[in-house]
């Protein structure tokens, strides 16, 4: 049907046009933010290769927690490239994001098979930091920007993308061992190159487009749902079938191809409802008989006098010392809830101060435990297929966190007013529990642990980006968004270098003393059983308590603001007199939207 439609059309001409309308469109736009994010999970998959860099470096488990550190330092600390993404196009960032993947993991990477000199602690800091930040740019460029394209779809919107980056690692698991077999220093070597290749080739699809309001744009976003469960479904049953068998080498590359192949199937979403759109406007222009008018009464909305005089305003002789003392002036003096604030009116806001410390709380315990999840399976006796089945399974369930979180907290908020602040209080209770599994260990809890953390770590990062975008408007997302995520690396700091790895080494010293060995220069520290970790998860679950209770006066605060309609200013905008909205119903007939210039005529 499509080929004949082409060639009824003008033949190559038109599919080209039709190609040229497909690689500029909204959702192709979206399919390829979802690659990007889909290799943009590497901070997640450090277990993976932090017994190698333990074992080429000689190191402890203190420094190799203070390197865990510096990942999540430059994983999260993305206040730089949401400076620049607000003077600069997308492109920009994701550039400057491939150029410091590549730099950082490739260093790391000659370092750990002794192509050069061995490294300080403190190039070795630099180097995954700068590695990681590269995350920043790469997430920045595409996630604000699809956010900021689809501002009435947030909830979804944030889960399905922070979905892939949760699925990074399962995917990017069998992609390495395709390449490389069971080398696990080669997966360095392509966390390297391969997240830098996809950001490159994808520079110019991703940018800032019109909001136009499109009829069917939820439930296009349940079908890239769907499509993204059967890959996380898929993978999951990979997984344990990888830990039950032993595969070739053949076998990981025919696995490898399946999990590719799903991952580029919403590509034939983007495909078609592009096709949808350009047969409309064919039928729009060719036959406008087809065509229905219809004239219905709608209210006239009235802007806010703010709205109303800010041209005049913007070119009065007052405006320009405004504009040079308002930044400071207005501190304290922030707007209502919702509306756009300034970024020093966020950054001072008390409801920022709250959800910062539940999520340095929430977030920094459980990165905490997924950091160290290998050297945990290790200290209770687990098998190495075990700590591969581990991070995989955290993989997958976070993926499942990140949009069960996005969706479901979409739903529950627009049909039933529940604010996402209880939300996240209710996610950081059910942390506690994984938690508690490290610290009072029974057989094989750690499976169930795994898929505990690995679901509610997931499903803190959605809410906690859409709480700051709902409460602080959008004007500013790009850095506020960033400093948000600042609370990782916080966190991380506090309960896995100061709290988790000296109180690991602490107890490895003390086996050793009691079995009367002494410590060599550049021999790692290697603690065994149940109390390696036991006093450091007891403490995590105790902070994440808090910090559920400090989401939970977050939900009283704000729980007047969540009973409004929060996003009526956006439908309001894209409703305007310049927008156009162009859609098919079920029966083929052509629908086309607008409102003139009172906001009272609507054309169908």
């Known amino acids: 049907m499509v080929g004949a439609d082409f060639r009824s059309g003008g033949g190559w001409r038109e599919m080209k046009r039709f190609g040229l309308q497909v690689l500029l469109g909204r959702w192709f736009m979206v399919f390829a933010s979802f690659l990007i994010m889909a290799m943009s999970g590497a901070t997640y998959m450090f277990s993976l290769y932090s017994a190698d860099i333990k074992r080429s470096l000689g190191y402890d488990q203190t420094t190799l927690n203070l390197l865990s550190f510096f990942k999540d330092v430059g994983g999260n600390v993305g206040l730089l490239p949401g400076l620049i993404n607000e003077v600069s196009p997308p492109w920009v960032i994701l550039s400057v994001g491939v150029i ?3 730099s950082g993991y490739f260093m790391i990477w000659l370092a750990i098979t002794r192509k050069i000199a061995k490294p300080k602690v403190w190039q070795m800091c630099l180097y995954i930091c700068i590695g990681a930040n590269s995350q920043t740019f790469a997430t920045t460029g595409a996630l604000v920007t699809c956010v900021k394209n689809f501002p009435e779809s947030r909830g979804s919107v944030l889960g399905l993308l922070k979905g892939f980056v949760g699925l990074s690692g399962a995917i990017m698991t069998q992609v390495y061992h395709a ?7 080669s997966f360095i070597l392509l966390i390297a190159w391969l997240p830098a290749a996809v950001s490159l080739i994808f520079l110019r699809t991703i940018r800032i487009m019109k909001i136009v309001r499109q009829e069917n744009e939820i439930k296009v976003f349940y079908k890239l749902l769907y499509m993204s469960l059967g890959l996380a479904g898929f993978l999951m049953v990979l997984i344990i079938i990888q830990n039950k068998f032993r595969f070739t080498r053949i076998e990981y590359i ?28 064919k039928a729009a222009l060719i036959d406008p008989s087809e ?49 756009d604030y ?41 098998p190495s297929r075990s700590i591969t089945t581990f991070v995989s399974l955290v993989s997958i369930w976070n993926y499942l966190g990140r949009v069960v979180s996005g969706f479901a907290s979409e739903i529950l908020l627009k049909k039933y007013k529940i604010p996402r602040p209880l939300l996240l209080a209710i996610v950081l209770l059910f942390t506690c529990v994984g938690h ?33 975008s709902e409460i602080f408007g959008l004007k500013y997302y790009s850095t506020l968004y960033n400093f948000g995520a600042v609370a990782s690396p916080v966190g991380s ?46 403490i995590i679950t105790a902070a994440t308590l808090f910090g559920s209770f400090a989401s939970f006066i977050l939900t009283l605060r704000t729980r007047k603001f969540y009973k ?41």
Not at 179 to 185: I, R
Not at 270 to 278: G, M, P, Q, V
Not at 301 to 329: D, I, M, W
Not at 437 to 463: D, E, H, K, R, T
Request: one cysteine or more; aromatic letters at 10%.
């Open 100 to 102: 410091m993947n590549f």
């Open 179 to 185: 390449f490389y077999g069971d080398d696990s220093e």
């Open 254 to 281: 025919a696995s490898a191809i399946v999990v590719l192949i799903l991952l580029f199937l919403p590509v034939a979403i983007a495909i078609k409802e592009e096709y949808d759109i350009w047969t409309s406007k």
């Open 291 to 339: 065509v229905k008018i219809v004239t219905e009464n709608r209210p006239v909305v009235e802007l806010p006098p703010s709205t109303l005089t800010l041209e005049s305003k913007a070119s009065g002789p007052a405006a320009t010392a405004e504009k040079q003392t308002s930044c400071f002036e207005n501190v304290f003096k922030p707007p209502e809830r919702g509306e």
């Open 342 to 382: 300034t970024i020093l009116q966020a950054l001072f806001s008390l409801d920022m101060l709250i959800l910062f410390i539940a999520a340095t709380c929430g977030i920094g315990g459980t990165l905490t435990a997924v950091d160290n999840l290998g050297q945990i399976g290790h200290s209770l006796g687990y």
């Open 436 to 468: 508690i599994l490290i610290a009072f260990p029974a057989p094989n809890s750690l499976y169930f642990a795994s898929v505990i953390l690995g679901f509610c770590f997931g499903a803190q990062w959605p809410l906690m980006y859409a709480i700051i």
């Open 493 to 538: 700091y506090i309960l896995n270098v100061i709290v988790a790895g000296k109180l690991y080494d602490k107890e490895a010293l003390k086996q050793m003393k009691a079995l009367g060995l002494r410590r060599k220069a550049g021999e790692d520290l290697t603690c065994n059983g149940v109390q390696c970790y036991r006093m450091s998860s007891i």
């Open 564 to 604: 409004g309609d929060i996003y009526k200013k956006f439908r309001d905008a894209a409703e305007g007199p310049e927008n156009v909205t162009v859609s098919t119903t079920g029966n083929g007939t052509v629908q086309l939207g607008e409102r003139n210039s009172k906001g009272t005529g609507n054309r169908q």
